[in-house]
T-cell receptor, first 115, second 115 residues
Framework: GDSVTQMEGPVTLSEEAFLTINCTYT??????LFWYVQYPGEGLQLLLK?????DKGSNKGFEATYRKETTSFHLEKGSVQVSDSAVYFC??????????????FGKGTKLSVKP | GAGVSQSPSNKVTEKGKDVELRCDPI?????LYWYRQRLGQGLEFLIY????????KSGLPSDRFSAERTGESVSTLTIQRTQQEDSAVYLC?????????????FGQGTRLTVV
C-alpha cells in the first residue's frame, strides 16, 4: 500500500547550517506530497506542498521538489535558525488510481538547532 | 472557531475504563479526520467523516473504537475498555474537502495515558 519513509532523527544542527531531511514514498497513481511541521507545544501545520512531478513547494525558507523518478520529496533549508526546532512530517495523499485519499504520514524527524 | 479544538488536552485513565475524546472542527469544514500517534511513530489514520456520507472507518484498530459526528460539527471518539496499548496522542483534523490538494488543519491533540 501507499507509504512514506523519512530519515530517522533526531537531527541536531548549529544555527546557519544547511538542512536536508530525506523523504521517499510508495504510491500508486499520482499523489500530492506535503511537509507538515509540529513546533513544541503546538499542533501540526502545513509547511509546504507539491501536487505534481517537478513542482517545488516553498515556505519560510524551506523547499522541497517533487521527484517522481526517484519517488522523493526531500526537505531543504539553506540556513536554519533556532526557531526551526520542531518535528517535521512528510506526508502524501494518494492520487487518481491510488488508494483512498487519506493523508498518510511518515514517522517524523525531530530537528534541534543550537545557537 | 479560529482553529480545530480538542478536549481534553490530557487524559489519564485506568485500564478497562471507557474514554471519550472531543473534536471541534473549523466552522464550515466538511471533512474531519481522526489520527493516532504513538510515541516515536508516525500518524496512524483512524476514521474520516465527509459531510453526510458514510464515514470511512477502515483505520479503526478494533471494535472498541468508535466515532460519531453530528452533521458538520463536533465529533467524539470513544474508546471502550481501554488497554495500555491505546496510550497515544489522538489528533483531529478538518478540511474543506477530502483528498486532492486540500490542506488539513490539525488540533493540538489529546494525550491519552492508560495505567
Amino acid at each position: 500500500g501507499d507509504s512514506v519513509t523519512q530519515m530517522e532523527g533526531p537531527v541536531t544542527l548549529s544555527e546557519e547550517a544547511f538542512l536536508t531531511i530525506n523523504c521517499t514514498y510508495t504510491a500508486t497513481g499520482y499523489p500530492s506530497l506535503f511537509w507538515y511541521v509540529q513546533y513544541p507545544g503546538e499542533g501540526l501545520q502545513l509547511l509546504l506542498k507539491a501536487t505534481k512531478a517537478d513542482d517545488k513547494g516553498s515556505n519560510k525558507g524551506f523547499e522541497a521538489t517533487y521527484r517522481k523518478e526517484t519517488t522523493s520529496f526531500h526537505l531543504e533549508k539553506g540556513s536554519v535558525q533556532v526557531s526551526d526546532s520542531a518535528v517535521y512530517f512528510c506526508a502524501l495523499i494518494p492520487g487518481y488510481g491510488g488508494s483512498q485519499g487519506n493523508l498518510i504520514f511518515g514517522k517524523g524527524t525531530k530537528l534541534s538547532v543550537k545557537p | 472557531g479560529a482553529g480545530v479544538s480538542q478536549s481534553p488536552s490530557n487524559k489519564v485513565t485506568e485500564k478497562g475504563k471507557d474514554v471519550e475524546l472531543r473534536c471541534d472542527p473549523i466552522s464550515g469544514h466538511t471533512a474531519l479526520y481522526w489520527y493516532r500517534q504513538r510515541l516515536g511513530q508516525g500518524l496512524e489514520f483512524l476514521i474520516y467523516f465527509q459531510g453526510n456520507s458514510a464515514p470511512d472507518k477502515s483505520g479503526l484498530p478494533s471494535d472498541r473504537f468508535s466515532a460519531e459526528r453530528t452533521g458538520e460539527s463536533v465529533s467524539t471518539l470513544t474508546i471502550q475498555r481501554t488497554q495500555q496499548e491505546d496510550s497515544a496522542v489522538y489528533l483531529c483534523a478538518s478540511s474543506l474537502l477530502r483528498g486532492g490538494n486540500t490542506e488539513a488543519f490539525f488540533g493540538q491533540g489529546t494525550r491519552l495515558t492508560v495505567v
